[in-house]
């Protein structure tokens, strides 16, 4: 049982490109998350997803885009990098939006340069 | 902002100690979560606590709630050099999202 898969775990990127953070659940789950987590902020939501077919903005939204491909697949896209943007980033989802564990990926670490 | 802040932000403790951290938060919740984080990794769930509940165990994890002064307590007892890690607490307020605290890096001494 996979749980939460995340690619790439490591990207290095140029201050202006592009690129595209995948994940997939195999949990049948219907609410999936991004974080990203920098060092004394704690984990701060970017963008969710409550069920298939819906997405929502987070704490931090500014510079990112999602995708709800399908009810397994959440993936986040950096349409043009800033050194800003320098995080670790967690996918994670849960069977519903309240009230129930969410089960993290194991985290891709993002460097813009 | 962050809906939970956790204190201290750091402990440090001797092996067979209990450690303590505590979570304040500032609107109402339907229900509280603690994870666990170990360096370089993804967090794992710990408990889980409903607003209309005041203490859960689990092992030797003791979660207390209290909602009049919106905070949490996370009792580690007898605590052992695998607890080191950081521990976060997240709030449901019921607005389709878990909002997570600063977290507590604790520190077990062998």
């Known amino acids: 049982n996979a749980g939460v898969t995340q690619t790439p775990k490591f990207q290095v990127l140029k201050t202006g490109q592009s690129m595209t953070l995948q994940c997939a659940q195999d949990?049948?789950?219907?609410?999936m998350y991004w974080y990203r987590q920098d060092p004394g902020m704690g984990l701060r939501l970017i963008y969710y997803s409550a069920s298939e077919g819906t997405t929502d903005k987070g704490e931090v939204p500014n510079g990112y885009n999602v995708s709800r491909l399908n009810k397994r697949e959440f993936s986040l896209r950096l349409e043009s990098a800033a050194p800003s943007q320098t995080s670790v980033y967690f996918c994670?989802?849960?069977?519903?939006?309240?009230?129930?564990?969410?089960?993290f990926g194991e985290g891709s670490w993002l460097t813009v340069v | 902002s962050q809906q939970g802040e956790e204190d201290p932000q750091a402990l440090s403790i001797q092996e067979g100690e209990n450690a303590t951290m505590n979570c304040s938060y500032k609107t109402s919740i339907n229900n509280l979560q603690w994870y666990r984080q170990n360096s370089g990794r993804g967090l794992v769930h710990l408990i889980l606590i409903r607003s209309n509940e005041r203490e859960k165990h689990s092992g030797r994890l003791r979660v207390t709630l209290d909602t009049s002064k919106k905070s949490s307590s996370l009792l580690i007892t007898a605590s052992r050099a695998a607890d080191t890690a950081s521990y976060f607490c997240?709030?449901?307020?019921?607005?389709?999202?878990?909002?997570f605290g600063t977290g507590t890096r604790l520190k077990v001494l062998a």
């Open positions: 994670a989802s849960s069977v519903t939006h309240s009230g129930n564990t969410i089960y």
């Open positions: 997240a709030t449901d307020s019921g607005t389709y999202k878990y909002i």
């Open positions: 949990m049948n789950h219907n609410s």
